[in-house]
């Protein structure tokens, strides 16, 4: 199953994928200019957090064991079979919000324009989701769990590389040189 994952080093906090999100998924008129003039205003499925230099896209993991899912008592939450996305169909979602209370990511979010709950569905419509397309620094990227297995086990080596070369200098050492 592919997914989105956050490479956070590459994060400026620039929104560029809210805004992508916003027009592809909720936009009637599917253009940023477009966007602006409509009422209500287009929604994004994904949420960046935190200060320049510390910030962080979140959008919805697709849990394997989703609480959402479980919580959901109208069935509007439905894991997609072949993607293994879970999305929110629309007409059966009563706006009860308990996927929102048991969401542990803050991923799923209630729509007071429209009674129902929203949630990032990955783009299932496109190859591509808008925010990983849009991300103008690649700090969002889309791919299957080899792909994110292999970038994981590289920024491990490096963390273990610096580790082991900063293990050179000991606590004594720098003691024994008058600092």
Known sequence: MKR?????????GCKTCELACAVERNSASRTLAGAVLESPKPVARVGV??????????????????????AC????????????????EQAKCRGCWMCVMT??????????????????DACMHMEEPACVASCPTGALVYGDEAGYTKVLAAKRGRIAMFAASDSKITSLDYVR???
């Open 177 to 179: 040189e008058g600092n």
């Open 4 to 12: 989105v994952w956050v490479e956070r080093e590459k994060c400026l």
């Open 73 to 88: 008592p109208s069935g509007a939450l439905q894991r997609d079979a072949e993607k293994g996305n879970i999305f929110i």
């Open 103 to 120: 969401c542990p990511f803050g991923t799923v979010a209630p729509s007071a324009d429209f009674k129902v709950a929203i949630k990032c």
């Open 49 to 70: 957090f935190g200060a320049t230099g510390s910030s962080f896209p979140i959008q919805c993991r697709h849990c394997e064991d989703a609480t959402c899912l479980k």
